[in-house]
């Protein structure tokens, strides 16, 4: 599996990330390729991070080299567009703490296991 694949347009300029849809796919057109990515995802879990609703963030002048420029809160604000489109996307925010935030995700997972008739407790085939 490509483990997120739009969380990397979050990261890339414009132009790399048309470059990088290129080399996948060469003569797609970006859109498709785009739609093409968020259909392999069931459910899509945006997990805020701190950075994301900390007013601190902001003040500590953290920049992500990998753009060159860039807040917490810009990166995470990109990686909300990289995936917004998806039709089971979810942002779940920090702001009530981590316990909350793992609860929200759990009651999001089971929600979709059951429209897909499995279980949290269901085990894996033995191999």
């Known amino acids: 599996h490509d483990r997120a694949a739009l ?22 057109r970006r859109a498709r390729m785009e739609r093409d990515l968020r259909r392999r ?3 899509v879990l ?5 950075a994301g609703e900390a007013t601190g963030a902001e003040e500590t002048g953290l920049r992500f080299s990998a753009t060159g420029s860039g807040t917490a809160m810009d990166l995470e604000e990109r990686v909300r567009l990289a995936w917004e489109e998806h039709p089971r996307y979810y942002h779940v925010s ?14 999001i997972i089971a929600r979709a296991l059951k429209k897909k008739k499995i279980s949290l ?7």
Do not use: I, M, N
Request: charge should be negative; charged fraction near 30%.
């Open 41 to 43: 995802y069931d459910v």
């Open 121 to 127: 407790h269901d085990r894996p085939p033995s191999s």
């Open 7 to 28: 969380d990397l347009k979050a990261f890339a300029t414009e132009t790399v990330w048309g470059e990088v849809l290129q080399d996948l796919s060469p003569g797609t």
């Open 94 to 107: 920090s702001e009530d703490g981590e316990g909350k935030k793992l609860d929200q995700c759990v009651a």
């Open 46 to 50: 945006h997990l805020e991070r701190c």
